[in-house]
């Protein structure tokens, strides 16, 4: 697979062309950012652990019947990827309450949400990110009407699959996010599934095992995604 220009740095994956214009590679860099990009710093080691972690999670996906862009992995800290169209929304998906749902509505951390909740986020750094709904994703022209039901119910469907996933550990799935795309016009999951775009605590003692580590400056970032990936069985070498 021959590796051609970068046509897309983000502030932690950068994307190059390949030989076949259908497919991409999708390079994990160890840049680290929160706040949309106001803090970033380098974290050795965290393209490769995310660029692992998410092959293995994807390739648990597609076994179950989502559909996503993940072909291949390449190396440690590159995989090939179907290209998509993304849709600029951000879908997530909560089974505790943690993060901006607690200061949006003065919910207390913690709380099992039943049944979990779903929403959209407008992609979009300047902005913030804004919660948008369906009417604005419709009206916008962000998505269309039948992808919206899709994102919905592949995201929850994937919350089926990796809640019991991390529960088998010992680790509660807290909430996630995840970006779709189209790819010869079916709805494809993207992007990645790693602790970067997700909560994840320990189940006895809630201890955060994610990027809030990073975002609230808790210390040993990269040493807890590792455990994270030891307890679900992924080989890191
Ligand atoms: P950000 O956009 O938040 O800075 P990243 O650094 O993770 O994020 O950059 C990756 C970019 O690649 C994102 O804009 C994401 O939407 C996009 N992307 C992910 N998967 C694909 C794909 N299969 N085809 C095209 N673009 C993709
Ligand atoms: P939030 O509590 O900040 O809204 O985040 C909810 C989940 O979505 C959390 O697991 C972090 C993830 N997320 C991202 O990965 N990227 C983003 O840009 C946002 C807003 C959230
Ligand atoms: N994903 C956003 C960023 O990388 C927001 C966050 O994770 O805090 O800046």
């Not at 003692?205 to 809030?212: S, W």
Request: net charge negative.
């Amino acid at each position: 697979m021959q590796m051609g220009e970068e046509i897309v740095s983000g502030k932690a994956k950068s994307i190059f062309r390949t030989d076949d214009p259908e497919l991409f590679v999708l390079h994990f860099r160890d840049d680290t950012s929160a706040f949309d990009g106001e803090r970033v710093e380098q974290l050795a080691d965290k393209g490769k652990v995310n660029n692992i972690f998410n092959a293995y999670i994807m390739e648990k996906l597609a076994a179950a019947g989502i559909p996503t862009h993940f072909v291949r992995r390449l190396s440690d800290t590159d995989s090939l990827v179907k290209k998509l169209d993304m849709i600029p929304v951000e879908c997530v998906v909560r089974n505790y309450a943690a993060g901006s749902l607690c200061k949006r509505y003065g919910i207390d951390e913690g709380i099992k949400i039943t049944p979990p909740t779903f929403e959209f986020f407008l992609k979009n750094d300047e902005l913030h990110d804004p919660m948008i709904n369906d009417s604005h994703i419709i009206s916008f022209g962000w998505a269309e009407p039948e992808h919206i039901e899709a994102m919905k119910t592949l995201t929850i469907k994937v919350n089926s699959i990796l809640k019991q996933l991390f529960l088998d550990s010992n680790m509660l799935l807290v909430d996630y996010k995840l970006e779709f795309g189209l790819s010869n016009g079916e709805l494809t999951l993207g992007d990645e599934f790693s602790p970067d775009g997700c909560r994840i605590w320990d189940k006895t003692t809630r201890n955060k095992m994610d990027k809030d580590r990073f975002r609230q400056k808790l210390g040993n970032v990269i040493e807890t995604y590792k455990e994270v990936a030891q307890r679900l069985g992924i080989d890191l070498n």
